[in-house]
Nanobody, 123 residues
């Protein structure tokens, strides 16, 4: 069974930075696509960014493009989300997720999900 463990969330002032980490374990053929989603209070879960594990092709939501960067270190089997120029509207629970099908890059139907890590951006 695939296991995803997020860390790195916290409280930060607007304009600041955070780096989220997602340590993965389990069969890699089930993890061809890895991504980050977020869910703010009172809102539905939304796509943030994703990356293909082998080709390192990246995808970003328009709301974070130019501010966030997703990366994957295959030597550590760890997914990262570097978040810069944070805004109060970035406040949400951030979830690491993975799926065997790379065409699901911005879908909310990824097969496996972590428990989430809270990111709070103060104004």
């Amino acid at each position: 069974q695939v296991q995803l463990d997020e860390s790195g969330g916290g409280l930060v002032q607007a304009g600041g930075s955070l780096r989220l980490s997602c340590q993965a374990s389990g069969r890699t053929f089930n993890r061809n696509l890895m991504g980050w989603f977020r869910q703010a209070p009172g809102k539905e879960r939304e796509f943030v960014a994703s990356i293909t594990r082998t080709s390192f092709t990246t995808y970003y939501a328009d709301s974070v493009k130019g501010r966030f960067a997703i990366s994957y270190d295959n030597t550590k089997d760890t997914l990262y989300l570097q978040m810069n120029s944070l805004k109060p509207e970035d406040t949400a629970v951030y979830y690491c997720a993975t799926d065997p099908k790379i065409s699901n890059y911005n879908s909310s139907t990824y097969a496996f999900w972590g428990q989430g890590t809270q990111v709070t951006v103060s104004s």
